[in-house]
């Protein structure tokens, strides 16, 4: 079966799953911030394949995700890091964290808790407005288009439904919205 390809739709949640939406990519990413970094400790907590390890850690690389650094000459063996970008994703996971923690954790509790070492609490991730710093729901948010938008999909009758004539947020919701997508299959 192929797989469809979301890296070409003007939506971010699309091409950020379409690099790296699936199972073991984001439990590589977690082990490099649980302080994995080398080939061996990946296949050690995750018992995930070679082959498949191989081709995530390639793909994370290829994205300027992680950073291949050489730490031994003889044989030559190599360490993965996360850049800035990859650094940037730790929020991401935290959140995916604090939703399992709510929603999936058994009667014992969290099975995992993170700290902030600057505070020294238990902490979990939140999402809240950069600019007032209140709490993010999706009753207070409304989208709409921005800049990066395709000029040639903006009169689109199905982007018009969504994002209303003058690329505003419509402001009733539409009871089918969020399984509006164009036959295309490109996102709109």
């Given at each position: 079966?192929?797989?469809?390809?979301?890296?070409?739709?003007?939506?971010?949640?699309?091409?950020?799953?379409?690099?790296?939406?699936?199972?073991?990519?984001?439990?590589?990413?977690?082990?490099?911030?649980?302080?994995?970094?080398?080939?061996d400790g990946f296949i050690d907590?995750?018992?995930?394949?070679?082959?498949?390890?191989?081709?995530?850690?390639?793909?994370?690389?290829?994205?300027?995700?992680?950073?291949?650094?050489?730490?031994?000459?003889?044989?030559?063996?190599?360490?993965?890091?996360?850049?800035?970008?990859?650094?940037?994703?730790?929020?991401?996971?935290?959140?995916?964290?604090?939703?399992?923690?709510?929603?999936?954790?058994?009667?014992?509790?969290?099975?995992?808790?993170?700290?902030?070492?600057?505070?020294?609490?238990?902490?979990?991730?939140?999402?809240?407005?950069?600019?007032?710093?209140?709490?993010?729901?999706?009753?207070?948010?409304?989208?709409?288009?921005?800049?990066?938008?395709?000029?040639?999909?903006?009169?689109?009758?199905?982007?018009?439904?969504?994002?209303?004539?003058?690329?505003?947020?419509?402001?009733?919701?539409?009871?089918?919205?969020?399984?509006?997508?164009?036959?295309?299959?490109?996102?709109?």
């Amino acid at each position: 079966m192929r797989r469809t390809s979301f890296a070409g739709w003007p939506c971010s949640i699309a091409r950020t799953v379409d690099l790296l939406g699936d199972a073991w990519t984001l439990l590589v990413l977690r082990e490099i911030f649980y302080g994995e970094s080398r080939f061996d400790g990946f296949i050690d907590s995750l018992g995930i394949a070679r082959n498949t390890l191989t081709d995530r850690l390639r793909r994370l690389e290829d994205a300027g995700i992680l950073e291949r650094r050489a730490y031994q000459m003889d044989p030559v063996r190599h360490e993965y890091l996360p850049t800035e970008k990859g650094r940037d994703f730790f929020g991401v996971l935290a959140a995916l964290n604090a939703w399992g923690d709510r929603w999936l954790a058994d009667d014992e509790g969290e099975p995992v808790l993170m700290r902030h070492t600057v505070c020294g609490h238990d902490t979990r991730a939140r999402v809240v407005c950069s600019s007032c710093g209140e709490p993010l729901s999706s009753e207070d948010v409304t989208v709409r288009t921005g800049p990066g938008y395709p000029a040639r999909l903006r009169d689109d009758p199905l982007v018009k439904a969504r994002f209303g004539a003058d690329g505003q947020a419509v402001d009733e919701r539409l009871p089918d919205a969020a399984g509006l997508s164009s036959p295309e299959g490109d996102g709109r």
